[in-house]
């Protein structure tokens, strides 16, 4: 437990509005949830980022999560809507890359790189109107638009924000919203 057992805050994370445009609820409930990920972070040390306490799910760990999303940011940004080469970890002959990762580098680094492609999802979503299609088909499906992504990464942001909070509370104690 931390010393105080204070819950963690998350410093700079702005509530959505309750009234608002579809982009500006789209993408400040994203900022919300990315924000979090960054509060669930903060004071942890090395170990606890690294520990993979889940007998079930051997590579998750806090680290683990964050290069995960990283890599997600990247998928549906960068490569789906924009038609980018792959610049993430996972490969079809080794689709866990990207969680192992998060064991090999320090989780400062990893929210840094975090951080790095959310500024490069956030200036791909500034330039695209909410009905744009995607570059790259996904095999089988509907064409797929950048509404449907910022609804999609709010989902994974969200769940794997109640990862990092299971994660951190078996890790130190702490908990928050």
């Given at each position: 437990m931390n010393d105080?057992?204070?819950?963690?805050?998350?410093?700079?994370?702005?509530?959505?509005?309750?009234a608002a445009d579809e982009r500006t609820m789209l993408t400040t409930w994203l900022e919300w949830h990315r924000a979090t990920v960054h509060a669930k972070?903060?004071?942890?040390?090395?170990?606890?980022?690294?520990?993979?306490?889940?007998?079930?799910?051997?590579?998750m760990s806090v680290s683990a999560v964050v290069s995960h999303l990283r890599w997600v940011e990247h998928a549906w940004f960068e490569k789906l809507l924009m038609g980018l080469p792959e610049n993430g970890h996972a490969?079809?002959?080794?689709?866990?890359?990207?969680?192992?990762?998060?064991s090999e580098l320090p989780l400062s680094l990893?929210?840094?790189?975090?951080?790095?492609?959310?500024?490069?999802?956030r200036e791909i979503?500034?330039?695209?109107?909410?009905?744009?299609?995607?570059a790259t088909a996904r095999k089988d499906e509907e064409p797929t638009t950048l509404r449907w992504v910022l609804v999609h990464m709010i989902e994974e942001t969200a769940r794997h924000n109640g990862h990092l909070d299971l994660l951190r509370e078996l890790a130190d104690g702490v908990t928050g919203e």
């Open positions: 105080e057992n204070v819950p963690l805050t998350a410093p700079g994370r702005v509530d959505p509005p309750m972070c903060v004071g942890l040390s090395p170990g606890h980022a690294s520990a993979t306490p889940l007998p079930t799910s051997p590579l490969t079809p002959e080794d689709p866990d890359a990207e969680w192992r990762r998060g990893l929210l840094d790189e975090y951080e790095e492609q959310c500024a490069r999802s979503t500034a330039g695209l109107d909410l009905d744009a299609v995607a």
